[in-house]
């Protein structure tokens, strides 16, 4: 097995986020990149600056980046989050009432009668407020995930007006005119162009487009982009938008160093796990025990380098599959579960169109296979994985048996490790891989509680409080969970909100899983 294969370019991975967040939205392979490819061209012809058009580039196929941070939150109200999240790429965020209408028309429509129309209330009863803790959280996360991978400030600084507009009606803050940089107001007329061109054609596009003029869209920028528009839409439909998008980066084939490398692949594993609460940190997990039993199993340290690297990106297709299936507290139809077992082929499409990560996707296809030739997607046996392949099978059996799902509690560490002996038993996890994995494990023990420092000053209280939070519990079931009032919890989430410098769950949410603090014996 080839360990790394070759280097790495930023514009790759950011172009891998791309994928994944048109998968996140149900929009079709290279939506995104188009939408950057749209952007740069209007940037020229309005003749924006070099370094307004470096910030293009980067900002535009990440504007959605921290969207997997309130998917939760969105199958909550709508069910099918990417379905709702398809939908609403097609309504004027600008016009109220056409928000209105989409809530009213869309809020609890997986529900029986009565329990919609109490959704379609609840959503309503809460106003602007809960809308613009939702964004602020995409925003937020967003932020924090283009500042770890390393594009320029310039690019960064616009994500976070990602979903404000021109007449001041955008969330989460209202920021209108000018206010909002050149960068987004040219990325918002662009992404509207590739969706409204992709569905209702080149020329009712431009119809809306000209509609929205001076509410959702700067009039200068839209109005420069009317005059051109139709030669720009076809521009992008015509050329290979990966190929597009790599040949026009501003900084050259420049391959990124291994640390740095490294950093964008927690980068994906993290956007990948922050789908659901019960995901929280697993990809992380699954890499860290994967590869340290690798390395104890005797591979080379090139194929433990890949063990690793693969465990950070072998639930990125994860995105493509919607919370109502993810986060469902019941069985699973056969229909769900059919959905369920797409997402490791997703993620070998998604990491599949760049070169340098082939290998990985080769090993990441094959988390949920098994000896016996049961698993999925290819029914492969024990035979026809490599090594790696199957450590990696263990380590992400074992890592997600020590945390809660939707249907089920976390399973202590002694009832996980015999679950996982039940099934080598079975004929399900390779038994050499599971030992490897499982010795790994026993080097961890918990660390005494109360003797363990915790960064930013973080209490054990606080900590714990934030791992509720992060596994989607609210300030009420928090406080049920830890027999405290609800008051004391909130006092705890907003004390630690202070500490770490954020202000939704989703940014906490990150800060754990970069630190952590959310594995089994943190």
Same mark, same amino acid.
């Given at each position: 097995?080839?360990?790394?294969?070759?280097?790495?370019?930023?514009?790759?991975?950011?172009?891998?986020?791309?994928?994944?967040? #048109?998968?996140?939205?149900?929009?079709?392979?290279?939506?995104? *990149?188009?939408?950057?490819?749209?952007?740069?061209? *209007?940037?020229?012809?309005?003749?924006?600056?070099?370094?307004?058009?470096?910030?293009?580039?980067?900002?535009?196929?990440?504007?959605?980046?921290?969207?997997?941070?309130?998917?939760?939150? &969105?199958?909550?109200?709508?069910?099918?989050?990417?379905?709702?999240?398809?939908?609403?790429?097609?309504?004027?965020?600008?016009?109220?009432?056409?928000?209105?209408?989409?809530? &009213?028309?869309?809020?609890?429509?997986?529900?029986?009668?009565?329990?919609?129309?109490?959704?379609?209330?609840?959503?309503?009863?809460?106003?602007?407020?809960?809308?613009?803790?939702?964004?602020?959280?995409?925003?937020?996360?967003?932020?924090?995930?283009?500042?770890?991978?390393?594009?320029?400030?310039?690019?960064?600084?616009?994500?976070?007006?990602?979903?404000?507009?021109?007449?001041?009606?955008?969330?989460?803050?209202?920021?209108?005119?000018?206010?909002?940089?050149?960068?987004?107001?040219?990325?918002h007329v662009a992404c509207d162009a590739e969706v409204l061109g992709?569905?209702?054609?080149?020329?009712?596009?431009?119809?809306?487009?000209?509609?929205?003029?001076?509410?959702?869209?700067?009039?200068?920028?839209?109005?420069?982009? *009317?005059?051109?528009?139709?030669?720009?839409?076809?521009?992008?439909?015509?050329?290979?938008?990966?190929?597009?998008? *790599?040949?026009?980066?501003?900084?050259?084939?420049?391959?990124?160093?291994?640390?740095?490398?490294?950093?964008?692949?927690?980068?994906?594993?993290?956007?990948?796990?922050?789908?659901?609460?019960?995901?929280?940190?697993?990809?992380?997990?699954?890499?860290?025990?994967?590869?340290?039993?690798?390395?104890?199993?005797?591979?080379?340290?090139?194929?433990?380098?890949?063990?690793?690297?693969?465990?950070? &990106?072998?639930?990125?297709?994860?995105?493509?599959?919607?919370?109502?299936?993810?986060?469902?507290?019941?069985?699973?139809?056969?229909?769900?579960?059919?959905?369920?077992?797409?997402?490791?082929?997703?993620?070998?499409?998604?990491?599949?169109?760049?070169?340098?990560?082939?290998?990985?996707?080769?090993?990441? &296809?094959?988390?949920?296979?098994?000896?016996?030739?049961?698993?999925?997607?290819?029914?492969?046996?024990?035979?026809?994985?490599?090594?790696?392949?199957?450590?990696?099978?263990?380590?992400?059996?074992?890592?997600?048996?020590?945390?809660?799902? $939707?249907?089920?509690? $976390?399973?202590?560490?002694?009832q996980a490790a015999q679950e996982l002996h039940d099934e080598v038993?079975?004929?399900?996890? #390779?038994?050499?891989?599971?030992?490897?994995?499982?010795?790994?494990?026993?080097?961890?023990?918990?660390?005494?509680?109360?003797?363990?420092?915790?960064?930013?000053?973080?209490?054990?209280?606080?900590?714990?409080?934030?791992?509720?939070?992060?596994?989607?519990?609210?300030?009420?079931?928090?406080?049920?969970?830890?027999?405290?009032?609800?008051k004391t919890a909130d006092r705890h989430i907003q004390n630690g909100?202070?500490?770490?410098?954020?202000?939704?769950?989703?940014?906490?949410?990150?800060?754990?899983?970069?630190?952590?603090?959310?594995?089994?014996?943190?």
């Open positions: 097995m080839d360990g790394t294969g070759p280097q790495l370019r930023l514009a790759e991975l950011v172009g891998i986020l791309a994928l994944g967040q #048109d998968g996140a939205f149900g929009q079709p392979a290279d939506a995104q *990149l188009r939408a950057a490819a749209i952007a740069l061209s *209007l940037a020229r012809r309005i003749g924006a600056s070099a370094a307004e058009h470096e910030a293009v580039y980067w900002a535009a196929p990440l504007r959605y980046l921290g969207c997997t941070s309130h998917a939760h939150d &969105v199958a909550v109200l709508f069910g099918d989050d990417i379905d709702f999240r398809a939908h609403s790429l097609l309504v004027d965020p600008s016009n109220p009432a056409d928000v209105l209408r989409d809530i &009213v028309t869309r809020a609890g429509a997986d529900r029986g009668p009565i329990e919609r129309v109490r959704t379609v209330l609840a959503a309503l009863a809460g106003g602007r407020a809960p809308v613009a803790l939702s964004f602020r959280t995409a925003c937020e996360v967003g932020d924090e995930l283009a500042g770890r991978l390393g594009v320029p400030d310039a690019s960064r600084s616009a994500l976070r007006y990602g979903f404000e507009r021109w007449n001041g009606r955008g969330l989460p803050d209202g920021v209108k005119g000018e206010q909002i940089p050149l960068t987004m107001r040219i990325i992709r569905i209702h054609g080149h020329e009712r596009a431009l119809e809306i487009l000209r509609d929205r003029s001076g509410g959702a869209y700067d009039p200068r920028i839209a109005g420069a982009f *009317l005059e051109c528009g139709e030669d720009v839409l076809r521009e992008a439909e015509d050329a290979d938008p990966w190929e597009a998008w *790599l040949a026009a980066d501003p900084s050259g084939p420049l391959e990124l160093e291994e640390d740095r490398l490294d950093g964008a692949l927690e980068v994906i594993a993290d956007f990948a796990d922050l789908k659901s609460p019960f995901t929280a940190g697993h990809s992380r997990g699954v890499a860290e025990l994967a590869s340290a039993s690798a390395s104890a199993s005797g591979l080379t340290p090139e194929d433990v380098t890949a063990v690793r690297r693969a465990g950070l &990106v072998h639930d990125l297709g994860r995105v493509c599959i919607p919370n109502s299936v993810w986060d469902k507290p019941g069985p699973l139809t056969r229909s769900e579960r059919e959905r369920m077992q797409l997402h490791p082929i997703r993620t070998e499409q998604l990491l599949d169109r760049c070169a340098g990560m082939q290998t990985l996707a080769r090993l990441a &296809v094959s988390h949920h296979e098994r000896s016996d030739g049961t698993g999925y997607p290819h029914h492969l046996r024990s035979g026809s994985l490599a090594p790696g392949a199957r450590l990696l099978a263990a380590a992400d059996r074992l890592q997600a048996m020590s945390e809660p799902r $939707a249907h089920r509690q $976390a399973r202590d560490p002694e038993r079975n004929g399900g996890i #390779d038994q050499d891989a599971a030992a490897a994995v499982l010795a790994i494990a026993g080097h961890t023990p918990p660390a005494h509680r109360s003797e363990r420092l915790y960064p930013d000053e973080l209490t054990a209280r606080e900590v714990e409080v934030l791992r509720l939070l992060a596994r989607g519990q609210t300030t009420k079931q928090i406080a049920a969970t830890l027999v405290i009032s609800a909100y202070g500490k770490i410098g954020v202000s939704t769950r989703g940014a906490a949410t990150l800060y754990a899983i970069e630190r952590g603090l959310l594995t089994p014996h943190a």
